[in-house]
């Protein structure tokens, strides 16, 4: 589970739901949940749109089972 990684983990956004959640396949062949209302403005629009196929950087989410933060978004 994501508790086995170190602090960031890597991946790509596999799809965005339009109610804010999504689903990203870590490089570890994982899957996790993230929020997209959670992403900071600012971090996206410096780093790049947040869109299916992206690369991401994440931290896991403390306390939540299979839900990350994104810290960082590539453009596809």
Do not use: C, W, Y
Not at 16 to 28: E, H, K
């Amino acid at each position: 589970m994501l508790e086995d990684f170190m602090q960031t983990v890597t991946g790509r956004i596999l799809r965005i739901q339009p109610n804010g959640f999504g689903v990203v396949r870590l490089d570890n062949g994982t899957e996790a949940f993230f929020d997209r209302f959670g992403v900071l403005a600012s971090t996206v629009r410096r780093v790049g749109r947040l869109r299916e196929g992206a690369h991401i950087r994440a931290e896991p989410e403390k306390e939540t089972n299979g839900v990350i933060k994104l810290t960082r978004v590539s453009p596809a």
